[in-house]
């Protein structure tokens, strides 16, 4: 009696693969996100960088940190504007300035920028699975 074995086709590897990139950067934000507050301030920024690459330069992150957060804080008021405009015509239960407070009060890179800089930007670190197991390792210690 023959038995076929199941064929693993490239998408499930593909799926696999990505799998396990997701949960190792689940754990990275978690060992990065040190105050648990949900995004990654200067200091939490910095430590990571160096988990990941030892030959950066720590002034060349501060700086990169500052217009990350600038550029990053400027998409999110912008989208912010967009649905408190969409709230105020429904529910006018803010005014500008309370929602202004709100934003400005944000500072520091949150989970969907993480993913983007780390492993879809080109501009990003572009790191794949042994470079995050690595970073774990350095940020347990």
Known sequence: IATEEPCI????DMNEVLATRDRLL????????IDGD????????KRLVLAIRD??????????????????T??????????VDQVEL???????????ARVSCRKGLDFDFFVE???ASEEGLQVGCPEL???ITTLES
Do not use: Y
């Not at 086709?9 to 499930?12: A, G, L, Q």
């Not at 949900?38 to 920024?45: D, H, K, Q, R, T």
């Not at 400027?74 to 649905?83: A, G």
């Open 9 to 12: 086709s490239v998408e499930d």
């Open 26 to 33: 689940s754990t990275v934000w978690d060992l990065s996100d």
């Open 38 to 45: 949900g995004v990654l301030n200067a200091l939490e920024f």
């Open 55 to 72: 030959d950066i330069e720590e002034a060349s992150i501060d700086t990169t940190f500052r217009n990350l957060n600038d550029d990053w």
């Open 74 to 83: 400027k998409l999110q008021v912008e989208d912010d504007e967009s649905s």
């Open 90 to 100: 429904h529910v006018g239960s803010s005014t500008p300035l309370e929602d202004a």
């Open 117 to 119: 800089f780390m492993c």
């Open 133 to 135: 197991i690595e970073a």
